[in-house]
């Protein structure tokens, strides 16, 4: 598999009024033999959470590293045990990091969306907001849509208890192209009643990623992102922090 991505994280315009960090994390990487499976990781702090950005960066770092472990160990993908016992440590991270400050775990609140390829199976696990769309053929779908809570502004964060709402799917197909992100775009990029995605939006922002002959990822890409994201077309939309990863294999 040819992996190649372009990503961005930027800082939303609210962070930057109150003078607070940016609370998404992401991960991107390849892996196995040959480099041949991607991971993409990306995490988002909760707003109400005092630590949320915290809580993001130990997340994403907690199961990129389970992930590195396993495939040094095999080639399948992981079982829904192992990608169980990843968020556990990583809620004991969280817990003892809460301990050490005085505060409670929901102090660290924050999202998951995990992306795990591997010739045509995939895996998502996720808890919470954000999402995971795909290409097969020319057409694109959502392979693990947000989930929110009672109302529109709640979701479900890792840190939940007694036990998180994660969500693990499986898939198989022959798809070409992935994009991750967290909810700051989600207006942006997904229908809001069907959860189906703006297929020319995708269409129009993979088409440089496709077309790069670098493998991994393009700094090139990767900086044109950010400007996008970070651009006063995006920000009149969103004030929240905006993370997109976009991959691509054809």
């Known amino acids: 598999m040819r992996w190649r991505w372009a990503a961005a994280s930027e800082i939303g315009t609210s962070h930057l009024r109150l003078g607070t960090r940016k609370q998404d994390a992401m991960a991107c990487f390849r892996t196995g033999d040959s480099d041949q499976i991607l991971c993409a990781i990306v995490c988002d702090g909760a707003g109400s959470a005092e630590h949320g950005g915290e809580g993001a960066s130990v997340i994403c770092r907690t199961l990129s590293e389970g992930l590195r472990q396993h495939f040094r160990q095999q080639s399948a993908l992981p079982s829904d045990d192992a990608v169980w016992s990843w968020v556990d440590l990583a809620r004991d991270r969280l817990g003892a990091a ?12 924050a999202t998951l969306v995990m992306l795990v390829a591997l ?15 795909a290409r097969e053929g020319e057409g694109w779908s959502t392979l693990s849509p947000p989930e929110n809570g009672e109302y529109a502004s709640m979701t479900y964060f890792l840190t939940d208890d007694p036990s998180p709402r994660l969500r693990i799917s499986r898939f198989a197909g022959s798809y070409t192209a992935f994009a991750v992100f967290s909810d700051g775009i989600e207006n942006l990029v997904l229908d809001h009643r069907s959860n189906e995605p703006h297929e020319p939006f995708f269409k129009a922002m993979l088409r440089s990623v496709d077309a790069t002959a670098e493998e991994g990822r393009s700094a090139a890409l990767s900086t044109k992102l950010s400007a996008f994201l970070s651009s ?3 920000c009149e939309k969103t004030d929240d922090d905006k993370t ?7």
């Not at 809460?98 to 609140?109: H, Q």
């Open 98 to 109: 809460a301990e050490n400050r005085g505060k409670l775990r929901r102090a660290f609140a």
């Open 119 to 133: 010739g045509d199976s995939l895996l998502v696990a996720h808890v919470g907001d954000g999402a995971v769309v």
């Open 232 to 234: 006063p077309k995006v």
């Open 244 to 250: 997109l990863l976009l991959i691509s294999s054809r």
